[in-house]
């Protein structure tokens, strides 16, 4: 009785320990929750195929082979689980999976008293019975992971090839079409975890079909027929924050990288470098890099790189076929193009994504991807020239855009200002292309019209009146990184006026719905500047028998005019003394009332007197606008003016005593500018 | 027989006569009284009917006061009274009228038309307003010194005078001081001696020299202490008394010494626009909402003239000071010398019921002889909403514009000039029987005497205000 006792502790001592074994490696069950690994959604399983068998039942043994080649060799000798993406078309009975591994079927050859399980896309998990034989049922409209526990898997009997599960190759699927037709499952990624997957296991994907069809990688024999979706890219289509600004001004002071104007006829590498703002970057785990891309004029060819400080440059070279994306403003994401002699060409606006998958060494020292310090760009002007492309904000993303987690995360920063520093143009002989940056004018401010702006104007641009005062142009930049008309009377001149007169605008506008003129200003001297604005207006009732219908109007001296000024976020009601005063340190908003204008005394005295009232009357019309500057007070006195436009809401005086309200507004909130 | 018949028949023509006699006596009396049955009794068979004869009621007497009240004897059987002023008739039951200055009023009483008919109108009576008195209870400075630039508040019953003074006896070190006055038996304002409130600042400080003040009361906390009497005052560190700027200074008591806040708070840079010019000047302040919300009207002058402005801060933390300013209104139909219209030395007064803002300043240009001040000043108000907006309005319109002939005083008073108007201790406007009290400064000029600084002196004037139609 002793020794039988004895014999009974050592049986339930060593069942135990063998159960112990066998939960410490299936520890899952249907309580637990799993994290899903794969794609969610109807796009899941875009660029996988459906194994379609025989609708009739085989008239003898035929065995249906479907077999899914790994990405690359995979150890499964320590895998807990191998896990298969699938869904089910038409119920399939009596499956056997398995894996090719060392030349070896390892396969659910027989029964277990493990089951198997299938998780669903929100993570639960139902047990999934081994029938006899190992086989196993996929139900029409099930869809899922399938977890097979490795421990399970059995070599085929008859197989005599010594393989191992450390040198695993394939998934492969069979079953008899003798007794089992008329099915349908369709097979995506796979994967295996080690360790618990509801408990800390880790999950490696080893079959990735997210950058589309893998046709050459599967085999189907015996009458199994693979169907495969048409080509889709499972990140086209999908919806993400765009990462950068949007709208007409989304590009604004963008660095635009302009090519050389000319062909070379040898090679010669364009190329520009744009660095990081915090220097070396570890993109080792990045998903893509994002360029917020301006297409301005043709699409250069371009190959995409990354550099160390070192110089060592990982690239796209060698990567023909693979995709290159795009994000749409409408945070859609779409194939913009695929690499062909290691560049693509890109012809439309957004934010670029350059796959990271796609990126490997091209040269260079460095092994990793961990202090990684610039973007290269660089296209060959032997093929690609007279292009304009442009580069605001760039990025990278980790975790899989649109999918599963994933972050943007900013390298270069913009925010619409003038980064064009960060970008390096160089060719490698002498064709050269530039750089310049984006200009772009907003000609609305909330209530205001702009029509005179510095872009497009050099440096003397805006020649002074011959009959006047010396004078010079230059270009300098506004509160907004716009370029600004920048304008110094540079003293009298002999027998010509005392004022230098620039020319500002000439043509033909309405305004008459109009209060008044606003503009920008700067004073760069040291003391309160004062300009006139020259106005003509024609279709005057009163001249409209003249043969000179233009009557020439400008402010006079004691009326009230509006100041903002931006750095010190104060308005003020100013007087005209005599004219536009500026004073001193000033820089922001002027308006000017239609009512501080009159006309000017020698056009009176010479083509008779216009009233006041007539000024931009109903049916007159904006003509021109000339700024003049008296060189008896303001010889060597700068300052600058941009964005001459006209407003059409009288601001109010606003204070500790008199508040804001929906009748009474300050310039920035009735031009917008504290959005 | 013949005896005793010619004796009765005389006793009967006696008798008769007699009779006849008391009849028409009787008849005489009864037109003075219409009770009388001989009367009643001819009238009633010439009406035909039995009612009495109604009576004329007499003409009301018309007295009219100094203030233009006119008042009318009273008639009990009158049902109301009509009047006549020019062509238009109105009527009335009362016995009292406001006249303006020339109106003609007559005046009838109303009866019944039954037992009272209408009386005759009134003898025509006009009234003339009397000349506007020169109310003469700011007391003169002593020799040698002089009193200007006043700013004088009613606080209750008690008025506080704010004005600029000499420290020394023909010296320019200007201070200011602040009388105390109080109404005596006569309702006469007497004032107390002037107590200095504020000297000037150290030799190297911006308020060196001072130049003129204006109080406020309200509640303004500085280094954990509430104050409720804010100074702001204009001054320069210039001995020229140009390149004014204005700052401020606080008391717990209106007449104590006053603190002060630090840096000015309205600037002026003489660098910039000019050390001989002006600057910021002639401080007005006002407490706009009678806590700590304080606007300051003040002048600036540069080479282009003297303009209004103000600038508005909450000044319930005086170390916390973040202030808006912007020029005022400088137009309006003011008298003006100038070929652009301009708005010197102002003081200002808030009417928040009506919205107005009242100001009494100098003319423009000033006296081209020494001294150069002004020799006239005006009365004005502005919609408070006009100075808001840069949109055409009314601008400041004249209520009043005087020299010192109007106002009737010795003509070796040759300038009216820096004129204040008497308001509540907060600025706010105080209406004296439809009137408003300035106080301005005239003095002699050179002409009449070298030492023409030394007899500035401050003058009330009450200024009745047009009735509005």
Not at chain 1, 41 to 64: C, F, I, R
Not at chain 1, 247 to 259: E, I, L, P, Q, R
Not at chain 1, 270 to 281: L, P, R, Y
Not at chain 2, 46 to 68: F, H, M, N
């Amino acid at each position: 009785m002793k020794v039988t006792k004895k014999a009974l502790v050592l049986v339930l001592t060593v069942a135990i320990a063998l159960s112990s074994v066998c939960f410490s490696a299936f520890a899952l069950g249907t309580e637990d929750n799993v994290a899903y690994p794969f794609r969610t959604g109807s796009a899941a399983l875009a660029n996988a195929p459906t194994l379609v068998s025989y609708t009739e039942q085989a008239s003898g043994d035929t065995w249906h082979w479907f077999e899914a080649i790994f990405d690359s060799q995979t150890d499964l000798s320590s895998a807990s689980y191998l896990a298969v993406e699938f869904e089910g078309v038409k119920t399939a009975w009596n499956l056997t999976f398995g894996i090719m591994g060392g030349g070896t079927r390892w396969g659910s050859y027989t029964d277990r008293s493990v089951n198997a399980y299938i998780v669903t896309e929100n993570g639960t998990v139902t047990e999934r019975a081994s029938q006899n034989g190992g086989y196993m049922t996929i139900n029409a409209g099930e869809k899922g992971m399938l977890l097979l526990p490795i421990a399970n898997l059995t070599k085929v009997g008859w197989d005599s090839v010594n393989g191992s599960l450390a040198n695993s190759t394939s998934l492969f699927i069979e079953t008899n079409a003798l007794y089992n037709w008329n099915w349908e499952i369709t097979i995506g990624e796979i994967g295996y975890y080690t360790g618990d997957p509801a408990n800390g296991g880790t999950f490696t994907k080893i079959f990735d079909l997210s950058g589309g069809l893998k046709k050459a990688k599967y085999s189907a024999v015996n009458g199994l027929t693979l169907n495969f979706p048409g080509e889709v890219d499972t990140k086209v289509g999908a919806q993400v924050e765009y990462p950068f600004t949007t709208g007409a001004y989304a590009f604004k002071n963008a660095t635009v990288w302009a090519g050389p104007t000319s062909s070379d006829a040898n090679d010669n590498w364009q190329t520009v470098f744009a660095g990081f703002d915090d220097g070396a970057v570890d993109l080792s785990d990045a998903t893509y890099i994002a360029v917020q891309y301006l297409a301005k004029t043709g699409a250069p060819g371009l190959t995409y790189g990354i550099e160390t400080a070192n110089g060592t440059r990982f690239s796209n070279v060698g990567h023909d076929g693979d995709n290159v994306y795009m994000i749409g403003e409408n945070g859609i994401v779409s194939k913009t193009g695929s690499y062909l002699y290691d560049a693509s060409n890109v012809s439309t606006s957004g934010a670029l994504l350059i796959p990271m998958a796609s990126i490997s060494k091209q040269f260079g020292s460095d092994s990793n991807l961990t202090a990684m310090t610039q973007l290269v760009m660089t296209t060959n002007s032997k093929y690609n020239w007279n292009f304009e492309v442009g580069f605001g904000e760039i990025g990278y993303y980790t975790g899989e855009i649109g999918y599963n987690d994933f972050t943007y995360h900013r390298l270069i920063a913009f925010g619409n200002v003038d980064r064009s520093a960060s970008f390096a143009v160089t060719p490698t002989t002498g064709n050269a292309g530039r750089k310049y940056v984006n200009k772009i004018d907003r000609t609305v401010y909330g209530d205001s019209n702009m029509f005179v702006f510095g872009t497009g104007k050099q440096d003397g641009s805006i020649v002074p009146w011959s009959g006047g005062a010396a004078g010079t142009q230059t270009i300098v930049l506004d509160t907004y990184g716009d370029d600004a008309i920048k304008l110094v009377c540079d003293g009298p001149r002999e027998g010509a006026d005392a004022y230098t007169a620039f020319d500002m605008f000439a043509g033909s506008r309405d305004v008459t719905a109009a209060k008044g003129f606003t503009l920008w200003a700067k004073n760069y001297s040291d003391v309160e500047v004062s300009f006139n604005l020259e106005v003509d207006c024609t279709g005057i009732p009163a001249r409209a028998e003249s043969a000179l219908p233009n009557a020439r109007f400008n402010i006079k001296q004691g009326n009230r005019f509006w100041l903002y000024d931006v750095n010190t976020g104060k308005q003020t009601i100013y007087m005209t003394r005599p004219c536009v005063t500026l004073p001193v340190g000033f820089e922001g908003w002027v308006r000017i009332p239609y009512t501080a204008f009159a006309q000017a005394e020698w056009d009176a005295a010479g083509f008779g007197a216009v009233a006041n009232e007539d000024f931009m009357s109903a049916g007159t019309r904006l003509t021109y606008i000339g700024i003049t500057v008296y060189s008896g007070d303001y010889t060597g006195k700068a300052f600058a003016v941009n964005k001459l436009g006209t407003y059409n809401t009288t601001p109010s005086f606003i204070s500790a005593l008199v508040p804001m309200s929906d009748t009474m507004k300050n310039i920035p909130a009735l031009m917008g500018l504290e959005d | 027989m013949k005896k005793f018949l010619a004796l009765l028949i005389v006793l009967v023509l006696a008798l008769s006569l007699g009779l006849s006699m008391a009849s028409c006596k009787k008849g005489g009396k009864t037109s003075d009284k219409p009770d009388d049955s001989t009367e009643i009794s001819t009238t009633a068979e010439q009406s035909g009917t039995s009612e009495k004869q109604a009576t004329k009621l007499d003409a009301p007497v018309v007295t009219i006061s100094e203030e233009g009240l006119a008042t009318w004897t009273s008639d009990a059987n009158a049902v109301r009274y009509q009047y006549k002023l020019g062509e238009t008739e109105m009527q009335t039951a009362k016995t009292s009228l406001q006249l303006e200055d020339g109106q003609t009023i007559q005046v009838k009483a109303i009866g019944d038309g039954e037992n009272y008919l209408d009386s005759d109108y009134s003898a025509a009576m006009t009234y003339t307003a009397p000349a506007p008195a020169i109310v003469t209870g700011i007391p003169a400075p002593a020799e040698g010194y002089y009193m200007t630039n006043a700013d004088l508040i009613q606080d209750g019953e008690t008025r506080y005078l704010l004005y600029t003074t000499n420290m020394t006896a023909g010296e320019d070190d200007n201070a200011f001081a602040v009388m105390t006055g109080e109404l005596n038996d006569d309702e006469e304002w007497v004032y107390g001696e002037g107590k200095v409130v504020l000297s000037a600042g150290a030799e190297d400080a911006w308020d060196r020299y001072l130049l003129s003040a204006s109080i406020v009361k309200g509640e303004f906390a500085m280094g954990g202490e509430t104050y409720n009497w804010l100074l702001a005052y204009a001054a320069t560190d210039l001995a020229t008394g140009t390149a004014a700027q204005i700052g401020l200074a606080v008391s717990k008591t209106v007449d104590g010494e006053y603190t002060r806040v630090g840096a000015p708070v309205i600037t002026y840079d003489k660098d910039a626009y000019g050390a001989t010019m002006a600057g910021c000047y002639a401080p007005s302040a006002i407490n706009y909402d009678k806590q700590s919300g304080v606007r300051i009207f003040y002048t600036y002058a540069d080479k282009y003239g003297h303009f209004s402005f103000f600038w508005d801060a909450d000044l319930s933390d005086l170390e916390n000071v973040d202030g808006q300013g912007a020029m005022g209104v400088n137009d309006g139909d003011l008298h003006s010398g100038d070929a652009v219209l301009m708005f010197p030395n102002s003081d200002m007064a808030y009417d928040a019921t009506e919205g107005l803002f009242v100001a009494v300043k100098d003319y423009s240009p000033s006296a081209a002889t020494a001294p150069s001040f002004a020799e006239r000043i005006e009365l004005c108000w502005i919609d408070e909403d006009e100075l808001y907006t840069t949109d055409p309005g009314y601008g400041w319109l004249s209520l009043g514009f005087w020299d010192t002939f109007d106002l009737e005083l010795d003509l070796e008073y040759e300038r009216a000039y820096s004129a204040c108007i008497v308001s509540d201790a907060y600025g706010h406007m105080m209406y004296f029987n439809n009137s408003v009290e300035i106080v301005y400064n005239t003095c002699m000029t050179k002409a009449t005497t070298e030492n023409y600084m030394y007899t500035q002196i401050l003058v009330s004037y009450l200024f009745a205000l047009p009735m509005p139609e």
